[in-house]
């Protein structure tokens, strides 16, 4: 038996996801400028959902969503320019926004199951 719940462990992968996100948009604004380079986007939102809303596989719930892998690829959507540059400059910043408010959000939530299980721990004091 774990000590964190299906929540917990949902929360932990969602903030490692994040993280890599944040990297990939990092590195796709580092590249704006380069010839030839390709923005990247990466979904992993499905996967998790799935994970910890389906029926859990061989390895139960906690197994699903640790093993939740992101999916990376070439931006569909994105529109090349003269030299072959991928990059739209704003909408990665945009998507930089967005991934750092939706990673703090997940860490407030992971430091309030902390609480409720150090309250717990301690009886209330």
């Avoid at 990092?26 to 994970?51: C, Q, V, Y």
């Avoid at 906690?62 to 529109?79: G, Q, T």
């Amino acid at each position: 038996m774990s000590l964190f719940d299906k929540t917990s462990l949902a929360l932990q992968t969602a903030t490692n996801l994040r993280k890599l996100r944040q990297e990939l948009i990092s590195s796709n604004i580092a590249n704006a400028e380069t010839p030839g380079f390709h923005a990247k986007k990466m979904d992993f939102e499905a996967a998790l959902d799935s994970a910890v809303n389906g029926i859990g596989g061989a390895g139960g719930h906690e197994s699903a969503i640790k093993n939740v892998r992101p999916d990376i690829y070439d931006n569909p959507e994105a529109i090349t320019s003269n030299d072959g540059n991928t990059v739209n400059i704003e909408k990665e910043m945009a998507a930089l926004a967005e991934n750092t408010v939706l990673y703090k959000a997940a860490i407030q939530l992971m430091n309030k199951k902390l609480a409720a299980l150090r309250y717990a721990v301690t009886e209330g004091r």
